[in-house]
């Protein structure tokens, strides 16, 4: 049974950079990508992008091309959502998941707390 | 990029009762459609994909339905456990998007 593990909460201050991970245990990864999505505090849920294990091809979101980058440890089997420099309105709970084209999201991530403030 | 509009916003029900909620997307998205159910503070589970197809281990009280731009999530006799969050997610085209989420309330 394919496991995402993510990595704990994270606080931070504006300007600085962080790096959060998802761990994926359990199964082959060979047909699926790895999204992130974000969720704000009280909001609905958001598509961040995709990336693929195999090769680590990305798909940014118009909305987040830019702001985020995303990268794959095959060795550790494990996924990486990174910001260069953050910004208050980043603060969100961020998920992992694995995307099939057929079933969509089907296995997700606990979510990690990225707060951002002064 | 594709709109999808979820509603009610808010339902009010009781145990036993059956609901429906509706999703409507701004074009057509080829039945690739799914429903997601979310507690507070726990990441979302995949209820239905491809419009209609239950997810293993998903309870069959839970049914989904439309083409086109029109769908529904069925939940035909509702348990405690289900007076939770619903979302709507279209997986046609890139950027992926979600409704803005059906918070199902005790009546």
């Known amino acids: 049974e394919v496991q995402l593990v993510q990595s704990g909460a994270e606080v931070k201050k504006p300007g600085e950079s962080l790096k959060i991970s998802c761990e994926i245990s359990?199964?082959?990864?060979?047909?699926?990508?790895i999204a992130w999505l974000r969720q704000m505090p009280g909001k609905g849920l958001e598509w961040v992008g995709l990336i693929y294990p195999g090769d680590s091809d990305t798909r940014y979101s118009p909305s987040f091309q830019g702001q985020v980058s995303f990268s794959f440890d095959k060795s550790i089997s494990t996924a990486y959502l990174q910001w260069r420099s953050l910004e208050a309105s980043d603060t969100a709970m961020y998920f992992c998941?694995?995307?099939?084209?057929?079933?969509?999201?089907?296995?997700w991530g606990q979510g990690t707390l990225v707060t951002v403030s002064s | 990029d594709i709109q999808m509009t979820q509603s009610p916003s808010t339902l009010s029900a009781s145990v036993g009762d059956r609901v429906t909620i509706t999703c409507r997307a701004s074009?057509?998205?080829?039945?690739?459609l799914a429903w997601y159910q979310q507690k507070p503070g726990k990441a979302p589970n995949l209820l239905i994909y491809k419009a209609s197809s239950l997810e293993s281990g998903v309870p069959s009280r839970f049914s989904g339905s439309g083409s086109g731009t029109e769908f529904t999530l069925t939940i035909s006799s509702l348990q405690p456990d289900d007076f939770v969050t619903y979302f709507c997610?279209?997986?046609?085209?890139?950027?992926?998007?979600f409704g803005q989420g059906t918070k199902l309330e005790i009546k």
């Open positions: 359990g199964n082959s990864l060979r047909k699926y990508w």
């Open positions: 074009q057509s998205i080829n039945g690739w």
């Open positions: 997610q279209q997986y046609n085209s890139s950027p992926y998007t």
């Open positions: 998941a694995r995307y099939d084209t057929a079933m969509a999201f089907d296995r």
